[in-house]
């Protein structure tokens, strides 16, 4: 069934060249329309009607053996019947839209009415304007009409390169490409033409070298006007720290720089701030960083402040909390005052006073105050009769009426000084001389003198505490107690028995009472015969045997101080030990009487070998034999065989206690040198006993090589003791491998033990039974064995082959092979990581992990979970797995048509991504959830106009996208004159103007006049933003040449305007003549300047007496000043009021 696989179209054209070839002589030529479609032209030799009778039979032959196809393909769903009829395959006269005759592009024929157009109404493609004069098959290049692209730049090359979106209907129409519009889509795009932009030429803005590509430049004025702001140096834009959004103070809808709209809004210029110089708070050019608190401008007037003086009265420095902004710093409150001071505002005072200084007499301390000179004598006097310590001062007023309320009254008792005794009939001035607050309630504070002028006893002399209160009360000094006593001489037995009686023990004096026994005492002990105290040298101290209750009985416990045993005890006189009668140093050692027989030990010599001066050690108090010595060991210790002879001294000292050897050899060296076997002389054993024999008897001896060190394995079977004790050197044979097995160490090869820093400590891998077979249990410092590594921990062959020193620790070291041969997916063609760990476990290569997921995007969950079978379905460049296609799936027109009215739309993966991160078509990103909200020209601009790099990092300042359009300003240059590149200073995205130029006094302050004509920038810039000048005769030289009265080029004034004039007008102006020559006395009232300014000359003009006033000089006669020679100095003589006096 050949026929079933041919098209239906191809059917009938092979019909129609066979019927050619039947019947040669119909050869009339004629246009086919499915040619024309193809491109081709067929001449065929058929009459169309009997062609189209024998095209339909032979269709209706063979209908049941051919299975016909749509030329339009599989996706056109539109019904045959929709277009054509049975009858034939033309489309009826009323299924298209008739707009005259239409003739092919490519033969010039007119095209017939089956041919012609398509009913595109029915289609997403409706034709208007030029389209509809557009041959088929311009647009679609086959009979699959869905092949050809709705989109614009499908058929349209895209002049602009990119720089306006993919979107042409933005601006053209199908009828021609002009633009009409240009205001509104400025507009739209957030930057209206207003002002001088509206006269720009479009060139003047955006510049290219085709002048059809319009690079975004940004919407804000810094963007082109960078180099105004940085040139502008009136006020200096730049160093003031203006903002470089110039609409915050400029108006884009004029034409000039001119503004008025300087934002002081942060520090409201009202009432005592309005004023119209800004260098008045802004010194130096500068206006950021300007400080908002009063003081920092108003310090002068704080300091000069003398009525009150602010400084003086320590007033807080905010002067808010005082002042308003009302000029002249009237009215004035002082609110504080009720809580911290006084109440003035409040109570009974309210409104009975005016002024500060009714109650504040010195301006120059008002902590000074007087309440008399309104509470007046004699009726205050009267209205305080009867009560005690009343004073009329203006203290005593205050501290007894705190409140300013007369019924207010200050009680004593409610305070933290009741008063009683003495104190409530004291006159309150007594103690209160210095005022009433603060006023110390201590005893000494008021009594101090009195306190100092005690003598008996003298307070200070014995340091009584100031604390009055401890021993006087209030009534009176007298009677007074002494409480504290026990802190001089503590009353105990028979003293306290009179503690009351003071004269008992002082008579009457208190100064220098003796406080030990002897003081008071020492008739007493002078008198005791028995015994006699004063011959026996007792000590005069009587507590030593006597108590405070009583003299007697009184005790000597000779055991409380030195027990007698022994020898001691049988001491006949207390003077053999006490010599001299002396009972208070004597010694309470051994050494303190028996040091001479210590001294004069000779066997063995006490003191030459060490021994203690404890007697007690080695002696007894009943004499001085028996004796033992049980700190033997402390010179020699006696075990084993010498402990049984410990107590048979002599026989090893043999009567020699000084110089008896304590070395084995050096009392058993006969034994040593008598021994054979073996013989230790010849083995050079070491004299040292202890190391085979033991302290219990020579026989048995061992010496237990393994106490020393352990030998097993090949180290047992050493035939001879000098294998390893070479030269028969017991003592310094090495313990460790490398002592004996360094040489072996330092050959190895396979691997390398130095270089590799494997320890020299053998036994970690070596047995002591040979070098092979050896294990590595410290792998895992070098390569950790996990997994399917540690299964094969013992077959080192398996990865190091036999070589040791060059094997790789990296997954692609020993499985590049593996990843090389992988296919599902292809590693090597994915450019996946060669670290294996990233996806796989040491323990096997599946199952593995891939989180696709997090790391991605979600395909294992959400959306897409199921929707895919292998990784090329969405990554279809198996080399590059960073690709990926949403397109394969989400196909046109369907998709497109899902987005109908989605603003930035574009039929891309990346945009696709971009747009649904998680692949959830109801997950939309929202762009006004991000750091970045679409206003203005934004809302409508294509994704990928911004996006071009992709979609993730796409930077959100302006300068980001629009430093091209910055770069590109001329007028002013932003570059060049330091405008921020943050354009939305000046722009909005609602378009690149209107603009406005709050920054303007960053460059050049616009003050009085000048910010009258704020917004009129073309009177200063003539709309030339670059060069204007910053100084007064750059734009006003005019001025200054054509002024007259006075000549200011003649009088050669300065051409800086503002010494004599204000930016608000020319007039009136200040010329502040004590600069030059102060103006005084008849000086100051000279009407007109050119009175001393003669002839208009204000340069020369003389500034000593005589240069004026000659002539008065010369026409004085009484006195003739010329002739008696007076001074030509005026002021010698004359004041500058009056000639007279003089």
Known sequence: MILEQINIIEFVLLFCTAFKLIYPRFNKPIYCANAEQNGQLAAWSIDLIRAKWVVLFFCLGFSSHINAQSPHGPDFKVNCADCHLTTSWEIPYDAWDRKGSVFSKTTGWQIGWDTAKFSHTKTNFPLTGQHIRVDCRTCHESLVFSEAKSDCFACHTDVHQQTLGMDCTRCHNTENWLVDFIPELHQDNGFPLLGAHAVASCTDCHTSETQLRFDRIGNDCINCHLDDFQATKSPDHVKAGFSTNCVDCHDPAKTDWGTTLVDHSFFP?????????????????TFSNTPT????????????????NHQAANFALACTDCHTTDAGWMPASFARHDADYFPIYSGEHQGAWMECVDCHKNPGNYAEF??????????????????????????????????????????????????TGAHQTAQCIDCHANGYVGTPTDCVSCHDADYAETSNPDHNALGIQTDCATCHTTDAWNPAEFPIHDNYYPL???????ANDCA?????????TPNTCAGCHQADYDAT???????????????????????????FDHNNIWPLTGAHASVPNCTDCHLGGNFTNTPNTCAGCHQPQYDATTNPNHGAIGIPTDCETCHTSDGWMPATFPLHDNYYPLNGAHAAIATDCAACHNGNYNNTPNTCAGCHQADYAATTDPDHTANLFPDDCTQCHSETAWVPATFDHNATWPLTGAHASVPNCTDCHTSGNYSSTPNTCAGCHQPQYDATTNPNHNAIGIPTDCETCHTSDGWMPATFPLHDNYYPLNGAHATIANDCAACHNGDYNNTPNTCAGCHQADYDATTNPNHQAAQFNTDCAICHSETTWSPSNFDHDNQYFPIYSGKHEGEWAVCTDCHSNPANYMEVTCTNCHLNPTTDNEHTGVNGYVYLDQACLACHPTGDASVIFDHNTTAFPLTGVHLTTACIDCHTNGFQGTPTECAACHTVDFNATTNPNHTAIGIPTDCETCHTTAGWAPALFPIHDNYYMLNGAHASISNACATCHNGDYNNTPNTCAGCHQADYDGT????????????NCTECHSEAAWSPTTFDHSLVWPLNGAHANVPNCTDCHIGGNFSNTPNTCVGCHQGDYDATTDPNHAANQIPTDCTQCHNENAWPPS
């Open 293 to 308: 608190d009063c003081y920092a401008c108003h310090q002068a007037d704080y300091e000069a402040a003398a009525n009150p």
């Open 492 to 498: 105990n037995g028979a003293h306290a028995a009179i």
């Open 1044 to 1055: 007259t009265n006075p000549d200011h080029n003649a009088n050669q004034f300065s051409t």
């Open 504 to 512: 008992g023990c002082h008579n009457g004096d208190y100064n220098n």
């Open 370 to 419: 007087t309440c008399v000179s309104c509470h007046q004598n004699p009726e205050t006097d009267d209205a305080h009769g009867g009560v005690n310590g009343y004073s009329y001062n203006d203290q005593a007023c205050l501290a007894c009426h705190p409140s300013g309320d007369a019924t207010d009254v200050f009680d004593h008792n409610n305070t933290a000084f009741p008063l």
């Open 529 to 555: 015969t028995n015994p006699n105290h004063a011959a026996s040298q007792f000590p005069n101290d009587c507590t030593l045997c006597h108590t405070e209750t009583a003299w007697t009985p009184a005790t």
């Open 269 to 285: 210029l009202e009432k005592g701030h309005q004023i119209n110089d800004c260098t008045a708070c802004h010194s130096g050019g």
